[in-house]
Every structure is written in C-alpha cells, then in structure tokens.
C-alpha cells in the first residue's frame, strides 16, 4: 500500500509556472520509480515525466521537454514537477504514480505503475 496525494495545481496564465508536489506516504520511497502523467478532457492519460528511484535518471515527454523539471527528495517522500512557460494545452489532470522497483531504461506507462495519487488540476489560461 502506497499513498499518493498530489498538490499544487490551479489556475495559471500562458507563460506562467506552477510546481506540483507529490507527497508519498511509502515505506521506502527509494524504491520506486515516480512518475507525472496528466488527462485533458477527452484525451488518453499520458506521460508527462519520470524519475528513477535514486533520481539520477529522468525523462520527459517531447511535450514537455524543455519547460518541466521533475525532481525528488527521497527523505521527505516527494516528487515535484516544476511546470514552467505552461500552455493553454497543459491544462489537465495531473497524477502521480510510483512504479516499485521501476528500472531507468523501461519507457514509462501507465500499466506499469502501481499507485496512483488522485489527481491535481492544472488549467492554462490564454
């Protein structure tokens, strides 16, 4: 069992930055793989951005690559994602997920991961 609680989201401006936090209430945070994917109306839940368990890898979606940074700090439990020159097209729900003993080299999905958090809005106004 792991829980998963998202926050930080709202309302921004185009160009605007926004930092989502993800608190994880693991036993040992270390050892999964944390994700950041989000759903816009309509659309299919899609990866935004990962991080492997120690933190030395990470990855971004051609989406976002360049304007997002995820980070973690395995002694406070939390991954962040720091949002940055935000679009009206980011505006969705972001979720968290945490993938046990995830490895660096496999494409995060979201079959793969095993927790989700509830979810956090995130809307972009023009």
């Known amino acids: 069992q792991v829980q998963l609680v998202e926050s930080g989201g709202g309302l921004v401006q185009a160009g605007g930055s926004l930092r989502l936090s993800c608190a994880a209430s693991?036993?040992?945070?270390?050892?999964?793989?944390m994700g950041w994917f989000r759903q816009a109306p309509g659309k299919e839940r899609e990866f935004v951005a990962g991080?492997?368990?120690?933190?030395?890898?990470?990855r971004y979606s051609d989406s976002v690559k360049g304007r997002c940074t995820i980070s973690r700090d395995n002694v406070k439990n939390t991954v962040y994602l720091q949002m940055n020159s935000l679009k009206p097209e980011d505006t969705a729900v972001y979720y968290c997920?945490?993938?046990?003993?995830?490895?660096?080299?496999?494409?995060?999905?979201?079959?793969?991961?095993?927790?989700w958090g509830q979810g956090t809005q995130v809307t972009v106004s023009s």
């Open positions: 693991a036993r040992t945070f270390s050892n999964y793989a």
């Open positions: 991080i492997s368990r120690s933190g030395g890898s990470t």
């Open positions: 997920a945490a993938d046990y003993m995830g490895l660096p080299q496999l494409l995060p999905t979201p079959d793969r991961m095993d927790y």
